[in-house]
């Protein structure tokens, strides 16, 4: 094989695609041409949205599923049923998607963030109880790229200080915790099928939970304020609209037949992968907690050693790597805690509430996370050996050229 690398002229290890996404068949085409002639295009009862809600519940060990728009929207109504308000802090996760904050602060919370574990990159509850005061009102942990967040230890201290747990489980569909499903071993958990997500209408999101109470608090958010019982007109709560389409309750039906067949593949071959990128100098793949029953391998995630690579950055490394044919992806740039805008929106209403200055949770943790962190995407756990050796073939190439 060429020994110069791709990026600097050479010939790359790769050419051929990975699998696109999202992936579809005819059933979807059918579901959604039912939909299209049956005339109901708005969640009528027996629908394809309550019929998904209930499916996909199930799937999950709980009793209530209430559909909404998106995931960031599943997260703000979780906070708004949960009574989360102005001044009240929610203590989250400075690693991942912006969503799970910029939902505290759009219900007027103030996210307060608690560093992550170097093991899994979720919240580290030791750091999360250190940050609890009398204003916290809720813990919001993220199951990052698939892998659970230390349920045990959340439950014991959502439990312990009266404070509503709620999952981020937008990127975890089908994991499992202790041998039990996420997304109601809190009050709440919420999920995300936006387009890249493993299981995907586009857009949309949903709102798991055990307690009937919760699950009638997210429906009028959800319904405009109304109440399941009350009158079409009647509106007892201010709330906005989240429902979700039939098209969307309708194809994610069909997605999720195929969700277990997909994991399972997802988990074989980032076993495989990991064994096999572990004899790469510079590249460890992340353990994950021995209590994780079943990760769901939304994204397969790596910590970079620039000394192994002559001292080159994560970025430089993502560049190669994408010479060579593969689309190895640097993570989140910078935690959460920095992010400018959330910095901006917290200090503004602990001015308006008249509280004093914060500064800057600290976040050691994440902060070399969003320097050395990488991920490969779901998509590529989704095919044979070769494609996975390929992936590998090409990081030594980079290391031999650059690790001397």
Known sequence: MENR????????????GYPSWPQWNKAEEQALLETLHSGNWWAPPGSQVKAFEQEFATYHEARYGV???????????????????????????????IATAASCLLVGAIPRFADVLPNTWNLDPVRVEELITPRTKAILPVHI????????????????????????AAQSHGAMW???????????????????????????????????????????V????????????????????????????????????????QTEKRVANAAYLAEAMSEVPGLQPLPGDPRTTRNAYHLFRVWYQPEAFGG????????????????????????????????????YIRERLGLPAQDVDPCPVCEDVCERGMWLYQTLLLTGQQDLDDIVTAAAKIQRAWGG
């Open 67 to 97: 559909a909404c728009t998106n995931g960031s929207a599943a997260i703000e109504v979780a906070l708004r049923a949960a009574g989360v308000d102005w001044g009240d802090e929610v203590i989250t996760t400075p690693f991942t998607f």
């Open 312 to 347: 080159r950055k994560r970025e430089d490394f993502t560049r190669a790597m994408e010479a060579e044919g593969i689309p190895m992806r640097a993570g989140y740039p910078e935690p959460l805690s920095r992010q400018e805008v959330i910095v901006q929106r917290s200090a």
């Open 5 to 16: 690398l791709a990026i600097d002229g050479g010939t790359p290890v790769r050419t051929a």
């Open 222 to 261: 959800v319904n405009v304020g109304r109440s399941p019982e009350g009158a079409f007109y009647q509106h007892v709560n201010l709330a906005s609209n989240y429902r979700l389409a039939e098209w969307m309750g309708a194809v994610l039906r069909v997605q999720l037949t195929r969700l277990d067949e």
């Open 145 to 168: 790229a698939g892998e659970p967040a230390d349920m045990d230890a959340l439950r014991d201290l959502a439990k312990k200080h009266d404070l509503v747990l709620i999952e981020d």
């Open 178 to 220: 202790n041998n039990h499903k996420i997304g109601a071993l809190g009050d709440m958990g919420t999920f995300s099928f936006q387009a890249s997500k493993n299981v995907s209408s586009g857009e949309g999101g949903i709102i798991l939970t055990n307690s009937e109470e919760w699950a009638q608090r997210c429906w009028s």
